[in-house]
């Protein structure tokens, strides 16, 4: 597992590379074109629909292109792992959500002004994964005994993620928010979707640009889990790359589409944090069994399937009780 091994050929990265820049500027136009506003949900759920068979059109043509030059067995694999590691991303990625609805709740950000700090935050998710990947890669690639490591910090994140899933953290406490706001000048008040203003020679900086660092913070964050959970699945810097990189693209959609229905969703952080401990331990018992990648594909669809189903549950029930 040591060695790194691409399948991927030096046009097949450049065109990756391309076609995210062209879908990035296409998201922007579109998602941005209406300038400061809020992102219905019709809108929001036909761009994640949109994403999301782009992800799986990419792994079918992936599987085509495999089929035709490297064999059926290489190419029914490496879709495996693509299809495995994006549904694992995707996963991850709605905790980014949950995150950024808490961030955006507790800064009060009107809702018109969000999509600005979402745009920054998706870029800067894909540069840092790109860069974390990399490093990923190469550390692996000279030291195997990495892979361990990576699978004993998910099982911790998974287990601390477990018993504190319903502890709602507390911003006022935040060290580099409580570190901006004794040394940065702040206005009290928002100005428009602006970072910055300057008001009689001085720059001082608006909430937006508080929120903003705090939401590239935790893409530092959530990078730091999902680089290692993808390595468990595939050591192929290419299906790492484009799996990661897919289930980041539609983020800013699917944002809009689930801000509203975060509570609805409750139970679904324990089931994030089943998903860790599992694909934590996977890791760490590689060298004696190794688990099979369509069984881990199977296991993350169920336990996310179950969660989803357990939180709608509950909510109907509380809703029911509710409204009796």
Partial sequence: ???????????????????????????????????????????????????????ILFGGALWGWLDHTAGRAIADTKAMEYFTGYLLEKTLAIDNIFVFVMLFSYFAVPIEYQKRVLV????????????????GAWLIAEFHWVLYVFGAFLLITGIKMFVF???????????????????????????????????????????????????EFSD????????????????DP???????????LGLRALYFLLADMADRFHLLKYGLAV?????????????????????????????LGISILLSLKASRKKATLGGS
């Fill in 1 to 55: 597992m040591g060695e790194m091994q691409s399948i991927a050929t030096w046009w097949m990265w450049l065109g990756f590379g391309l076609f995210v820049l062209a879908m990035l500027a296409i998201d922007m136009f579109l998602l941005g074109r209406h300038g400061a506003q809020k992102v219905g949900a019709r809108e929001a759920l036909s761009w994640s629909l949109v994403w999301f068979f782009l992800a």
């Fill in 238 to 248: 290419f299906i790492v790359f484009t799996s990661n990189i897919f289930a980041i």
């Fill in 120 to 135: 920054y935050g998706v870029l800067g998710a894909i540069v840092l994964r790109a860069l974390m990947i990399l490093l």
């Fill in 165 to 215: 899933a319903d502890h709602e953290p507390d911003l006022t406490q935040n060290p580099l928010l409580r570190w901006l706001r004794a040394h940065v000048r702040i206005t009290e008040t928002y100005h428009g979707d602006k970072f910055w203003i300057v008001k009689n020679g001085v720059r001082w900086f608006t909430p937006m640009f508080l929120v903003l660092v705090l939401v």
């Fill in 275 to 303: 998903v860790l401990m599992f694909v934590g331990t996977k890791m760490l018992i590689v060298e004696w069994f190794k688990i099979p990648v369509a069984v881990s594909l199977g296991v993350v669809i169920s336990i």
């Fill in 220 to 235: 530092v964050i959530f990078a730091m889990d999902s680089i290692p959970a993808i390595f468990a699945i595939t050591s």
